[in-house]
C-alpha cells in the first residue's frame, strides 16, 4: 500500500513538473529594458556602393582626405594596422534627422569567410569601438551587399550603451560556405 501511494505521488510531482516546465516555456520573456531600449535599432537604408566612386560632398570613403585636417571617422589607422585585407573600404554618412551618423564597412568576402564567429565579433567590435569614438553606427558588408553584423551605439546617454549584431550565419559559427 505504501509503494502505490509513493507511486502515485512520483506520479502526481512529474506531472505537476511537467506542466510547469510547459507553462514557463509557453510564456514569453521580454529582454530587461535597461538593456536594449536605449539602444537604437541599426540602420535599414540601402548600402549605396556608387558612392565608392562617386562620393557626395557629405559622404567619406576610405579615399576621401581632408588635406586641412583630421578627416572623420577616423578609420584609415585602423585598415592600416590590422585590418588592411580584411577591411576593403567603407562609406561614412553623417548625421541626419532621420537617424545618427554610420559607417558601413566593406569587407573582403574570401578573408572574411575565414574567420570564426569570435574573429568577426571581435573585428566588428574593434572597427565599432573605433567609429564610436567619433559618434558614428557600423554596419558590416560583402560586396554582395550581404549585411554581415552592426555595431550600433546610443550617444544620448553617456556613456554610449552599444549593441553588436551579426547575421543568422555568423552566430551558428559556420566557418566556411559548402
Known amino acids: 500500500m505504501l509503494n ?21 516555456s509557453l510564456v514569453p520573456f521580454k529582454p530587461l529594458l535597461a538593456q536594449t531600449s536605449s539602444i537604437p535599432q ?10 565608392l566612386t562617386k562620393p557626395k ?4 570613403t576610405a579615399t576621401t582626405i581632408n588635406q586641412g585636417n583630421l578627416t572623420i571617422p577616423r578609420l584609415w589607422w585602423a585598415q592600416d594596422s590590422a585590418e588592411k585585407k580584411l ?7 553623417p ?9 558601413d564597412l566593406l569587407v573582403n568576402q574570401q578573408i572574411w569567410s575565414l574567420l570564426d564567429y569570435l574573429e568577426r565579433y571581435d573585428f566588428i567590435n574593434r572597427l565599432g569601438t573605433a567609429a564610436r569614438r567619433d559618434n558614428y553606427n557600423v554596419r558590416v558588408f560583402n560586396y554582395q551587399q550581404e549585411l554581415l553584423g ?3 551605439c546610443n550617444f544620448n546617454i553617456s556613456p554610449a550603451a552599444c549593441n553588436i549584431q551579426m547575421s ?5 559559427g559556420w566557418r566556411r560556405s559548402l
Open 150 to 152: 552592426t555595431y550600433t
Open 57 to 60: 560632398s557629405s559622404v567619406i
Open 95 to 103: 548625421a541626419s534627422k532621420e537617424e545618427p551618423a554610420r559607417v
Open 4 to 24: 502505490k501511494k509513493t507511486s502515485c505521488r512520483k506520479t502526481s510531482l512529474s506531472l505537476l513538473l511537467t506542466i510547469s516546465v510547459v507553462t514557463i
Open 87 to 93: 577591411l576593403d573600404n567603407w562609406i561614412a554618412y
Open 168 to 172: 543568422v550565419q555568423n552566430k551558428l
Open 42 to 51: 541599426p540602420s535599414d537604408a540601402l548600402l549605396e556602393l556608387s558612392l
